[in-house]
Every structure is written in C-alpha cells, then in structure tokens.
C-alpha cells in the first residue's frame, strides 16, 4: 500500500484532538453526588463541550454557568454556556467572571462545585483586580501576548492582577467541596498554569510578576502596577484553609494526545518517536532544532531508521517583530522549511488542537519537500516571510494551511516531522 504522507499527518492530528475530547475523559473522572447541590462552573475552550459530557453522565440534578470561547458552544440542558472574546477579553467574559463568583457565594459544607477548565480560561475570565478596568485587562493581555514570555510567565501576571484567578474563585466557593477536572494546554501539565489557576493556590507573589513585566518591558497600566507594587494583588497562597476542600484531576493532557498520534503512525508502519510533551522556546528556534534531528534521521538513520515520525508538544512564543499576522505553529514550519531546505522525502504537520494558531481561525499548516520551491514559483519569499512574522500568509498562500474549525478541546501545540 502507497502511504500518503499528507493524509497521514492529518489523520495524527484527527487522532490526538479526539483523544481529548470531553466525551471520551469526562465521564470517569465525576465524583460522586453530594448530600447537597451540585454546581458547575468553568471556563476555557473546551468547557462546553466538557458541560456537555457531565451533563449526560451526572445522575443527579445539578445547575451552572460554564463560559467559552465564541464559536466553542454546545447545546446543555442544565446548565448555562456563554460565549466570550479569546484572547483579548471582552465585556462578555467580564460579566460572566463575576455572575460565576456570585453563584458559588452562600454555599455549605454539603455541596459540590465541580469545576471545568481548560486552556483560554485566562481571556476568559478578565476580573481586573482592585483598581483596574476591563480595558486595563485587554491592554495587558495584547502586550503579553507580544511580549515573548512563555504561558507560565504571562499566567504569574495575570493571576496578580485578577480578582477571580490564582485560587480566588475556589476560596469564594468554601466551604463546599470543590472538584476541579482540567484539561491541560500548557507544558508541564501545572494546574496553576491552566486558565491561571483560578481553583488552585498560587505560590508566586506579586514581586515575581513584577519582575516578569520589568525583564520583558513589559507596559503596564499605572493602577495594574501599583496593585503589583503595592502586592494589593496577591493570590491564594498553599495551606490557605478556604482550599483544604479541592481536589484536582488532569484529566486529557498532550502526552495523551501525542500517545494516540503514535499509534496511528505505528499502525502505518512508520515508527513514532515522542520527543517530548512540553517543548518550549522561540518557535522558529525549535524549528531549526527539529530540522536538524530530521537531516541526522535522513542522513544517519540517527536516532531513527525512516519511515518514522518525529512528534512533539508544548508551547512556543512568537516575539512579534514583523508586520505579520503571528501564529507560533506556522512560524515553526516556516523555520522549518527553510532549515530543511527541500529535503527529500520529508513531510510535517503542526497545529493547536484547538483550531487556532495565534490570533487566526486557522489551526496551522503542512509543510511538503517542495513547500520552498512552491514558495518562489509563487513570488514568495519565505525568509522575509519570516522576518515579518508572516507564516499564516506564507502557508494560506500556498493552500496549506489547516483548517479544522472548533475542536471543542485543547491540549496544546502538536506538531509531526514525518521522514520516509
């Protein structure tokens, strides 16, 4: 059989989004019914989606508030979904943040809050802490995004300037019991890191913010750096007794994700090597590193013999220099491609399981062995590309760009360097 290295990588893909689809993780993960209510709440990309899973499980009543991002709803019975702006928030999220916190007021020791998050939480759910305004937020989170910080360090910043993150939403909910099922975007799989934590305590400070904001010049609002300042904004610390009563589960992360990718490779007949779930850095750097593991693979058969799949996670940064329109998968394929240099035989794939790469409705992109030849037939010039930051345009150019629409989950970046 003739493999199809295109179809392929997009059935890796297909497979390591499904792997974290709500349906599949959710249900094992429910607690058992409380002698009280039940109350759910949640925010983030996949949060509908993950309602949705719990609604059809749960064996007993229950109500709740759960918000996305636009396009990321799905139908529930019970309880309510609100669409928000993701990445920069709006007015929408703003008002769902605080309707969320004023659910959980009043509850006792015999109800359970069971609370669903996942990556994009952080945009959706802009509480500005004392002093700030909702325009402060989207200032804050247009210059971060911007900034070249990874998600842990922007997520130390956002927390000390938030009303409802860094474990305050959990502490508004005591004394009930507190179940968080998370599903996690970000390296390393920290509970803190995932929508910033809002049910989990923090153990970063206001001073470790502000030395962020200082290290990546970083602008800041004058009442956002007074309440860094000042440490106005400190979040829930660990040992804070209002937290004795949370339990958290991960219950989908990359790893998982990139396990269903390789055994779709392995069933193939190309062998899979899982590089690492967490992979961080300058995207266009990690694409020159990736080019060089697959010129020793093409050359050596170092560390593998092709056919094989390089695959990896994580999440990289863009520092955005250029007048492009960002996006952290295309710039590493971009990276990549260039690297590469029209080697043969070599094919890859990357994108964020949630459908956006960036600011773009666009999930990523493929690269092929002719992308650069393609490229300058087309009047491209992929360096300058490059330069301006623009691989969306490079890739949409071309016709490569992937496309999938809302996934309703979210584990990250994957990205496939397929060698035959």
């Known amino acids: 059989?003739?493999?199809?290295?295109?179809?392929?990588?997009?059935?890796?893909?297909?497979?390591?989004?499904?792997?974290?689809?709500?349906?599949?993780?959710?249900?094992?993960?429910?607690?058992?019914?409380?002698?009280?209510?039940?109350?759910?709440?949640?925010?983030?990309?996949?949060?509908?989606?993950?309602?949705?899973?719990?609604?059809?499980?749960?064996?007993?009543?229950?109500?709740?508030?759960?918000?996305?991002?636009?396009?990321?709803?799905?139908?529930?019975?019970?309880?309510?979904?609100?669409?928000?702006?993701?990445?920069?928030?709006?007015?929408?999220?703003?008002?769902?943040?605080?309707?969320?916190?004023?659910?959980?007021?009043?509850?006792?020791?015999?109800?359970?809050?069971?609370?669903?998050?996942?990556?994009?939480?952080?945009?959706?759910?802009?509480?500005?802490?004392?002093?700030?305004?909702?325009?402060?937020?989207?200032?804050?989170?247009?210059?971060?995004?911007?900034?070249?910080?990874?998600?842990?360090?922007?997520?130390?910043?956002?927390?000390?300037?938030?009303?409802?993150?860094?474990?305050?939403?959990?502490?508004?909910?005591?004394?009930?019991?507190?179940?968080?099922?998370?599903?996690?975007?970000?390296?390393?799989?920290?509970?803190?890191?995932?929508?910033?934590?809002?049910?989990v305590a923090d153990p970063t400070t206001c001073a470790d913010a502000l030395a962020l904001v200082r290290r990546y010049a970083i602008e800041l609002p004058p009442a956002a750096r007074r309440l860094l300042e000042s440490g106005a904004g400190e979040s829930i610390k660990p040992g804070d007794a209002r937290l004795a009563g949370v339990r958290t589960e991960l219950i989908a992360t990359p790893q998982m994700a990139l396990q269903a990718a390789a055994r779709e490779a392995a069933l193939a007949g190309v062998t899979p090597m899982i590089l690492g779930d967490s992979l961080e850095g300058e995207a266009r750097e990690l694409g020159r590193m990736m080019a060089g593991i697959a010129q020793q693979v093409a050359r050596h058969q170092q560390p593998l013999h092709p056919p094989c799949v390089l695959l990896s996670g994580g999440e990289t940064t863009v520092t955005v220099r250029g007048q492009g329109r960002g996006g952290r998968n295309v710039e590493f394929l971009l990276a990549l491609a260039i690297a590469l240099a029209g080697q043969p035989s070599t094919w890859a794939l990357a994108g964020d399981t949630d459908g956006v790469d960036g600011l773009e409705e666009i999930a990523g992109a493929l690269l092929t062995p002719d992308t650069l030849e393609r490229a300058w037939a087309a009047g491209l010039n992929p360096r300058e590309r490059l330069d301006d930051n623009d691989g969306h345009g490079f890739f949409d150019a071309l016709g490569d760009s992937l496309i999938t629409g809302p996934t309703l989950t979210n584990v990250n970046d994957f990205r496939a360097v397929l060698i035959l």
């Open 1 to 199: 059989m003739t493999l199809d290295p295109r179809a392929l990588l997009r059935k890796m893909f297909a497979a390591a989004v499904n792997a974290a689809q709500p349906e599949h993780c959710v249900p094992r993960f429910l607690p058992q019914p409380p002698r009280g209510r039940t109350l759910v709440i949640g925010a983030g990309k996949a949060s509908a989606a993950m309602a949705r899973a719990l609604e059809r499980h749960w064996p007993g009543a229950l109500s709740g508030l759960v918000v996305t991002r636009y396009g990321y709803a799905v139908p529930c019975e019970r309880i309510e979904i609100v669409e928000a702006a993701h990445p920069v928030p709006d007015a929408a999220g703003l008002a769902a943040a605080q309707r969320m916190l004023e659910l959980v007021t009043g509850l006792t020791a015999d109800d359970l809050v069971i609370c669903l998050i996942s990556g994009g939480g952080s945009s959706l759910l802009p509480l500005p802490g004392e002093g700030l305004t909702l325009e402060d937020k989207q200032a804050i989170n247009r210059a971060l995004l911007k900034s070249g910080a990874t998600i842990s360090e922007m997520n130390c910043v956002r927390r000390h300037l938030s009303a409802i993150k860094g474990g305050r939403l959990a502490a508004a909910c005591h004394p009930a019991r507190v179940v968080n099922l998370l599903i996690s975007d970000v390296p390393g799989d920290n509970p803190l890191d995932i929508a910033s934590g809002p049910t």
